[in-house]
């Protein structure tokens, strides 16, 4: 069964903090993603990666960094939470060349005290 | 913004019936994609309709796409309780990023 494995399912954390969000999925796809869902918001996208090393910025980069070493393994960084980085964050990915469907991860809840 | 747009925002139907769902979005897609969102979890890919598609079936889904009018529905039939979730519609602009709505929560009775 292909998958797309978020690191954690419920997170929290300081204020302050520097927190790594960690996605690997294993179906080889090129293209991988991170997007952050608030109620009333939908979903925005954060960062998003095309290869490896590559990172393109999505609607909302502003206090995240991500990173991209390993085709499989996409990373999402808080560099200093704060309180409004509180969020539902889904990684997906999907192969590129368009007309494919992506595949998400089940989500980590981020809560920022 | 170039989000794509579900109405109605919430649907609550009996078990048996049929459930609708609009999207309309503003610019040129390649393609228009129908996610499900089971309470608290991730999404999973339901369809992909391409530009110069007019309709697709899979199972119980039917999706329509006007591309002239800017706009796709998702017909869901003889629903199910285990259809309940939100459902999203997600415009591709002709790049490889997707953008979503803002979902249609659907609740079917039993």
């Known amino acids: 069964d292909v998958k797309v494995t978020q690191s954690s399912r419920y997170l929290v954390k300081r204020t302050g903090e520097k927190v790594f969000l960690e996605c690997v999925q294993d179906?080889?796809?090129?293209?991988m993603f991170w997007y952050r869902q608030d109620p009333g918001l939908g979903l925005r996208l954060i960062y998003f990666?095309?290869?490896?090393?590559?990172?393109e910025k999505g609607d909302i980069p502003e206090g995240y960094s991500v990173s991209r070493e390993k085709k499989e393994r996409f990373s999402l960084i808080l560099e200093s939470a704060s309180t409004n980085q509180t969020s539902m964050y889904l990684c997906?990915?999907?192969?590129?060349?368009?007309?494919?469907?992506?595949?998400f991860g089940s989500g980590t809840r981020l809560t920022v005290v | 913004s170039q989000q794509g747009e579900e109405d109605p925002q919430a649907l609550s139907i009996q078990e048996g019936e049929n459930a609708t769902m609009n999207c309309s979005y503003k610019?040129?897609?390649?393609?228009l994609q129908w996610y499900r969102q089971n309470s608290g979890r991730g999404l999973v890919h339901l369809i992909l309709?391409?530009?110069?598609?007019r309709e697709k079936h899979s199972g119980r889904l039917r999706v329509t796409l006007d591309t002239s009018k800017k706009s796709s529905s998702l017909l869901i039939t003889a629903s199910r309780a285990a259809d309940t979730a939100s459902y999203f519609c997600?415009?591709?602009?002709?790049?490889?990023?997707?953008?979503f709505g803002t979902g249609t929560r659907l609740q079917v009775f039993p």
């Open positions: 997906a990915s999907n192969f590129a060349g368009g007309d494919y469907g992506y595949t």
């Open positions: 179906m080889d796809h090129e293209n």
């Open positions: 990666s095309y290869d490896v090393k590559m990172k």
């Open positions: 610019t040129s897609i390649n393609n």
């Open positions: 309709i391409r530009s110069n598609e």
């Open positions: 997600a415009t591709d602009f002709n790049t490889d990023k997707l953008i």
